[in-house]
């Protein structure tokens, strides 16, 4: 064989480098035009085509303002009356915390997952079209992904300004001076902490790394309040930052950013495809509202590159064992769940023991939040069948055989979390072992919960809008996403009821168990109807057939 | 001699530390053809990804142009023209303003007859004004091939560029790289195509997990028929 094909220098010859190489073409060759100039060639061409009328478009702009402008409102309104509904904090509590503080704990937990979310968006990122088409371009890759590097930071910036104001304004209510100068810093912050994601992303950090470093701050937030609580430290008032503070804080933002701009450049080309894919993935799971599909995208934003150990599945006796057996190896190998489990739980725990939040709605509130974000971490199994409905097919087994056996990982691991949160309202309320009997019955009811809204079909787009102060609510949409909660708000009704008494009784468990009963039922269901729509075709199919006998 | 566009020294190529087939060793020249063949899986498709840029090599070296892969830089973006299996494209463009783009975006003279040349010869003058939504597959493939052609390039490097092409389609592909070769530039590419690679390759690499050895074309072509189906 011929000495050029070898891989081995050959003697003699010149280590060339880029120069110097003549291109297939390269006669027609003129002057490269600016990145911003092929940006506004596609911009223009997309407005020609976009086929949306100024009217249209206003329209959406004043719906945009009209649902973002109530949000706010609702929500401060919420806070000033969480504000005046909390009980001062005791003077001789062993274990408390006070609104400052807990604002503190909060602040720092949303500036974790924050960053968290930025590291597993990118935050710079290319995806689809432009990818392909911009990023083999001979041109300076800034101006081409300026906006893209933009648009993370002006959204996380307005986005904090409106909680730090809500938070500052409705639990801390402080005056209207320290609210602008604390929305405003809060927007700073928000901008500050994903360009420092982007600063890292284009010193070469793994998007992991970003995204592990806000869930350990979001981690340290939680473990902060308790070690406060537990050693009663609080803080009375929240440092408000001065004019001057906001400046300086602008000033190395700008500083910041600038530096982000000119090393664009250097984030290589799989980087930038890999965070505008997920990025794409994400932003349509917003549009199209399917959290499910949000929750995969950002979970394999920063999933670690290697390859996995293959499991024996020594439990797989047959087919019932062998699809738990894979929804237990689906659950263990996800580090995130498990952390979900420990922290919500952690949660019901904190608020059952600050004197503050532990009121019956308090309570009552985080054991349903924090219950069904702990059920939703065990049905990671059932979402990913979901999505490929031949692994269901794969085994003989019934649909609703499977559905229920997808039940069986949710119960056993909701089972351990609720022997935790139950053993801490057993605490709060008294009678240990009534609530850990009222925590079993309730179990069945988490799991089917969970794989209700894992097996939900896709929103329905086509029925009817419903007019609401806030814009049109597409009813089909609603209908679908309230798969799941559903279950939680009815299927646990007896619990609610003994939270709201802070009292359990043999009665209410035995009307969980029977609702729990009732849950699995609603759940193993193939059925993508609701029950009124079924009852509807039902009375639709006798009438047409009695029509049909009456001829 | 001919000038290596590519060298590959022991290059091992994975994901997550995970070798997918054997180090890879073969030197590229200019105005010839190099194959990249296997089974389904085998690792062709990554070999070609880290040749791009858009894979870190585990092991081995690799240089192109004789300097390390870096497509970071605006020299190697104008010298390497790749076509992978991208099916993305800007909704609101069409097939000739996609070609358009490319070729003013590299700075070609006469773009816009550059553009109409190329869509009369992948059989798309027809679709020039139509968006991209509205193509089939075959000739959203088509379009994505003669972007590779419509800018100015010294390495092409296709992946499966026979992939959803018909017969007379792929006969113009494999006179489209034989000329490619003759007016100087190297061609690399990734196929299940015996044909292809008898007509156009001048060597091949059989990617394997046990070893990646250096054929002739016509081995390789006789190797890829003998692949069950």
Known sequence: ???????????????????????????????????????????????????????????????????AGTGVLLGLGIAQQLRVSLPPPP???????????????????????????AGRLGPVGAGGAEAAWWLSLPVDRRALLRPAALRLPMTAGAVFAVLVGLLDGGLLADNQGHLLRGAISGALAGVLIVVGAGLAQTAGASRRATAVAGDLLMLAALVGAVVLAATGRSIDRLPAPGWVAVGVLALVLVGLAVLMDRRLGRIRERGLRESGSVASQAAGAVVSMDSRELGRALADGAVRPTRRWVSRLRTARGAASALVTADLVVLRRSVRHLVQLAVTASVVVLVTLLPQLATEAGVLAAVMIAGYLAASATAEGARRAEMAPILDCLLPLAPTTVRRLRMAVPAVVMLMWSFVVFVALGRWAGDLPGWLAMGVASTPAWAAATVRAAYRPAPDWQ???????????????????????????????????????????????????????????????????????????????????????GR | MAKPVVRANKLLVGYGGAPVCAPVSFTLPEGRALALVGANGAGKSTVLRAVIGLLEPSGGSLTVLGAPVDERSVQFRAKVSSVLDDDAYFPALTVAEHLYLTARGHGMLGAHALVEELLEEFGLTEHARSLPTALSSGQRRRLLLAAGFVRPRTLLVLDEPEQRLDLRMRSALAERLIAEKEAGGAVLFATHDAELVRTVADRAVYVDDSSSPLLGAAEAATRIAAEPA
């Open chain 1, 1 to 67: 064989m011929n000495d050029e094909w070898l891989a081995d220098p050959v003697e003699g010859e010149e280590h060339v480098g880029l120069d110097g190489w003549p291109a297939v073409a390269e006669a027609d060759l003129g002057e490269v035009p600016l990145a911003i100039e092929l940006r506004r060639f596609t911009r223009k061409a997309a407005r020609t085509r976009a086929g949306a009328s100024l009217g249209s478009l206003l329209g959406g702009v004043y719906y945009a303002v009209i649902v």
């Open chain 1, 91 to 117: 003077a001789t509590a062993d274990f408390s915390l006070s609104i400052p503080t807990l604002v503190a704990v909060i602040l720092l937990a949303l500036a974790g997952g924050l960053l968290s979310l």
């Open chain 1, 463 to 549: 029925k009817p809008l419903v007019a609401t102060p806030m814009g049109a609510l597409p009813t089909g949409v609603a209908s679908v996403l309230a798969r799941g909660p559903d279950v939680v708000v009815l299927g646990m009704l007896p619990l609610w009821i003994a939270l709201v008494l802070r009292s359990v009784s043999p009665t209410l468990i035995l009307a969980q168990v029977v609702t729990s009963v009732v849950a699995v039922l609603v759940a193993s269901s193939t059925s993508t109807k609701s029950f009124m729509e079924r009852a509807m075709d039902a009375q639709e199919a006798d009438r047409a057939s009695r029509e049909g006998a």
